[in-house]
Each structure stands twice: as C-alpha cells, then as structure tokens.
Nanobody
Framework: QVQLVESGGGLVQPGGSLALSCAASGFDFRSTAMSWARQKSGKRLEWVSSITMDGTYKKYANFVKDRFTISRDNAKNMLFLQMNDLDMEDTAMYYC???WGIGGNSGRGTQVTVSS
C-alpha cells in the first residue's frame, strides 16, 4: 500500500530555514507527480507545491514567493521541500501528497513551527 513518511519539521525562528523530506513506498514513485500541502491549525488543507514525475516542471502557491524549492530523487523514492525565509504564517503541519494537487494519499505530516 502507499506509504508516505514526512520528516524534517521542527521549531525555527522567523527568517530561518527547514528542509522537509518524504520517503515514499508502495507505488511507482518515479511515474507519479508529487506535491506538498499544509494545514494550519483550524484551517483547511492548502496546496504548497507540486513537481512532475521527472522533476522538470515545478509549481508553487503564490504565498511561497520564491522561498521554497521542491525537488525529488527518483532513485531513492524521496521528495523534498527546502523552505527558506520562514515566517510565522508558515506554521502548519506539512504533508507529502501522492499526485498533483492535494487530493491524493498523504502521510501523517511533519509539524513546522515558526516562532521567536
């Protein structure tokens, strides 16, 4: 079955950086577009970024503003999200999602908290 395990979250000060990872298994990762989504406390799940199966095309939500970079390693079945210049509005649970968008299978998430 599809398994997605996120890691790399934590507590960071405003302006700091975090690198999220997602280990994928149970499906043909290299043939599947992948995404990151996030959910703030009490809010709906929102799309953050997506990447095509070969990594050549990437798309980001407007709020990312060139601060985040999505990438993947198909040889290792891994998805990444490098997040720079974090601010308090980025505090959320971050999820790795199978497919393009937020409708696919996701993991349990990794918590990102931005606070001084």
């Amino acid at each position: 079955q599809v398994q997605l395990v996120e890691s790399g979250g934590g507590l960071v000060q405003p302006g700091g950086s975090l690198a999220l990872s997602c280990a994928a298994s149970g499906f043909d990762f290299r043939s599947t577009a992948m995404s990151w989504a996030r959910q703030k406390s009490g809010k709906r799940l929102e799309w953050v970024s997506s990447i095509t199966m070969d990594g050549t095309y990437k798309k980001y939500a407007n709020f990312v503003k060139d601060r985040f970079t999505i990438s993947r390693d198909n040889a290792k079945n891994m998805l990444f999200l490098q997040m720079n210049d974090l601010d308090m509005e980025d505090t959320a649970m971050y999820y790795c999602v199978e497919g393009w968008g937020i409708g696919g299978n996701s993991g349990r998430g990794t918590q990102v908290t931005v606070s001084s």
